[in-house]
């Protein structure tokens, strides 16, 4: 998530939040909808729109929020199926550990949703629905994860090298549509299973891909290792040449990858980077964007162009490559200071996004157990959405 807004967010989030939500002011304690035996209030969807809103989630707010909760019941009932609890010291590192992402204590982050009229269970819920969930899919997965040590070597070699290395890849991107989710995860897999060179990575990227890579069959210029998300750039390395990864989930989309070569490149920046970036929010209009391009050199250029525009249109953001958005993160990736992409879309809005800065992260050494740690942690969320699909197959919504 992108945190380092959140302060400057808070000021009318409520009236936005209520104004982009039509009727959430009314009969709040009302049955909005029953998932198997469990109640949404209007309340709690009321609650999570303003949260979303803070957290600058995109799409219909009403919308998003009523997702989230059914997912939040599925996953609350899946974990009492499996005798699961958490403790109080568990969800409340687990809050500490959400707020920090915006240099907040948990109790500092509380405080900052009342002044907006968002309730600390609002906040407390969120997060233990999430641990919960990860404790549900490690039960049901964890014995079906191998991890060999030669995994934990690989991922050690890619965290460790100062650096290292450029890779040459191709990318599908296959769009999750909303309610039809299972049928782009099923593509996925299979074509995960199917593809065996790179003539049939091209030809199913020519067909199926969404993304502006689609009409040279998915391929991609040298990319430095550094500069992917770290869980997309231990997945590429794993690869050998002309292998396919696992499908990765990004927002609202799964992306499958194929190694064509990998370089040493001594002018790569360290693995461990931070970015900083803009995000602006622009009419989807050839003539804009060719304008904006002329006229927007560096990142503090668009700082004019969004005088008098609503504040929530510019977001600039300083972040860890790992905490960047994995759609996001892939668009960074191709981009040098000063660059801009406009593949992505949100609202209704083109994204022009701009790459400010790149600096090196420092980070502790990782040991050999924290590092088998994320690559199983990467497993398991390839298998989580699958999941999760499952239960919602099986639930019975209804309305009051």
Do not use: H
Not at 184 to 213: M, V
């Amino acid at each position: 998530m992108v945190f380092t807004f959140l302060k400057r967010q808070m000021t009318g989030v409520v009236l936005g939040a209520v104004l982009a939500v039509p009727g959430l002011a009314q009969d709040l304690f009302a049955p909005r909808l029953y998932v198997n035996d469990r109640v949404i209030t209007e309340y709690e969807v009321a609650q999570r729109a303003m949260f979303l809103q803070v957290l600058r989630a995109p799409g219909n707010l009403e919308e998003e929020a009523l997702k989230a909760l059914i997912e939040d019941r599925l996953r609350q009932t899946e974990s009492e199926r499996l005798g699961l609890k958490l403790t109080d010291e568990q969800v409340k590192a687990g809050m500490e550990e959400f707020a920090s992402r915006a240099n907040l204590t948990a109790e500092g982050l509380i405080a900052e949703l009342d002044k907006v009229g968002i309730s600390a269970e609002t906040y407390r819920d969120f997060v233990a629905a999430g641990l919960l969930w990860r404790e549900a899919v490690r039960a049901r997965f964890l014995g079906q994860v191998p991890v060999s040590d030669a995994d934990v070597d690989r991922a050690l070699e890619a965290s460790a090298r100062p650096r290292a290395l450029r890779v040459l890849a191709s990318e599908l991107v296959i769009p999750l549509e909303p309610g039809n989710e299972p049928a782009g995860l099923d593509l996925a897999n299979r074509l995960a299973q199917e593809i065996t060179s790179e003539g049939a990575f091209a030809a199913a990227a020519s067909q199926y891909s969404a993304a502006p890579t689609a009409a040279r069959g998915g391929r991609l210029d040298w990319v430095p290792l550094a500069n992917l998300p770290p869980a997309i750039g231990q997945a590429i390395l794993a690869l050998g040449p002309g292998e396919v990864s696992d499908p990765v989930q990004v927002p609202g989309a799964v992306v499958l990858f194929q190694l064509r070569d990998v370089a040493r490149d001594t002018a790569a920046e360290p693995i461990a980077v931070t970015v900083e970036y803009a995000d602006f929010l622009i009419p989807d209009d050839a003539a804009e964007i060719a304008r904006l391009r002329a006229e927007v050199d560096v990142c503090k250029d668009i700082y004019g162009q969004a005088t008098g525009l609503p504040e929530d249109r510019l977001t600039v953001s300083k972040l860890p490559m790992s905490e960047v958005p994995g759609d996001v993160a892939l668009e960074l990736a191709r981009l040098d200071p000063g660059e801009a992409s406009v593949a992505l879309t949100r609202s209704g809005f083109r994204r022009f996004l701009m790459l400010c800065g790149r600096e090196a992260t420092l980070e502790t050494p990782l040991t050999r157990d924290q590092v088998r740690e994320r690559v199983i942690n990467q497993k398991l969320e390839g298998l989580a959405a699958g999941y999760l699909q499952e239960l919602r197959s099986a639930a019975i919504l209804r309305e009051p």
